[in-house]
């Protein structure tokens, strides 16, 4: 059974800093890539960042770059996005996703075959 489980969330002020983790189980982890994704009530979900697992070769939007940077353990299945410099625009639910047979890490929903529930971030000002 195909799992992920988002972690780190919370609130923090403009300018903190978060780690948000995924916890990948039920898929072959290290042939796939890891999105993160943000949505709020006023925008659709955008594409934040994305690895590819095995070759470690990640994606950002511009909108973070230079900010937000991917990892990975692939002992423990898990991806993490640390976000540095948080800004208000930051805010809103952060959700990871899985593809199956990645090799570029793509931003596009669509791409990605499983989603976890969640996790809110809010930067204050």
């Known amino acids: 059974q195909v799992q992920l489980v988002e972690s780190g969330g919370g609130s923090v002020p403009v300018g903190g800093s978060l780690r948000l983790s995924c916890a990948a189980a039920?898929?072959?982890?290290?042939?796939?890539?890891i999105g993160w994704f943000r949505q709020t009530p006023e925008k659709e979900r955008e594409g934040v960042a994305a690895i590819t697992v095995g070759q470690g070769r990640t994606s950002y939007a511009s909108s973070v770059a230079g900010r937000f940077s991917l990892s990975t353990d692939n002992v423990m299945n898990q991806v993490y996005l640390q976000m540095n410099n948080l800004k208000p625009e930051d805010t809103g639910m952060y959700f990871c996703?899985?593809?199956?047979?990645?090799?570029?890490?793509?931003?596009?929903?669509?791409?990605?075959?499983?989603w976890g529930q969640g996790t809110q971030v809010t930067v204050s000002s």
């Open positions: 996703a899985a593809a199956k047979g990645c090799w570029r890490a793509f931003l596009a929903q669509s791409v990605y075959d499983y």
């Open positions: 039920g898929f072959r982890f290290r042939e796939s890539c």
